[in-house]
């Protein structure tokens, strides 16, 4: 059963158009979005025809909910985002917990504290990047 059929050009909805009469034109910036609940596989055949889907996408269509959705991953993005800010301090502890003899830092009296301004401005650095892009 067709739910919404509609035409798109840079993020914004032009018009409600019927499946029928749309023209597959190559040139054409923008989509055609059509929204489906649980389409036969008539239906399914029928688009790939009309709109020259490859077969594996007009298998995605037909199976639709064996695939993961897009929302399911805001989790692992979060976690992973969550990671990467730990790393830079977890670096920097790193190379201190070695105990070099020969540090560059040890010898200079401003040596440590720029180390951790460093650190702690990347971790910041990166925290606002992440959150800017939405994966905070």
Not at 61 to 68: E, K
Not at 89 to 102: D, E, K, L
Request: glycine share 6%; hydrophobic share 45%; charged share 20%.
């Amino acid at each position: 059963m067709l739910i919404n059929s509609s035409y798109y050009e840079s993020g914004q909805k032009i018009s409600d158009i019927a499946p029928d009469a749309i023209q597959i034109q190559k040139a054409v910036p923008g989509f055609y979005w059509l929204a489906y609940e649980q389409p036969d596989d008539a239906t399914v055949n029928q688009l790939a025809n009309q709109f020259e889907l490859p077969v594996l996408a007009a298998e995605d269509v037909r199976h639709a909910s064996q695939y993961p959705k897009l929302e399911e991953y805001d989790d692992t993005r979060r976690l992973a985002a969550w990671a990467a800010i730990f790393a830079v301090p977890t670096i920097f502890s790193g190379v201190w917990g070695m105990n070099f003899q020969h540090m560059p830092e040890l010898q200079w009296e401003f040596g440590y504290p720029l180390s951790l301004l460093g650190m702690f401005g990347i971790t910041i650095w990166l925290h606002k990047r992440l959150k800017q892009r939405g994966w905070l």
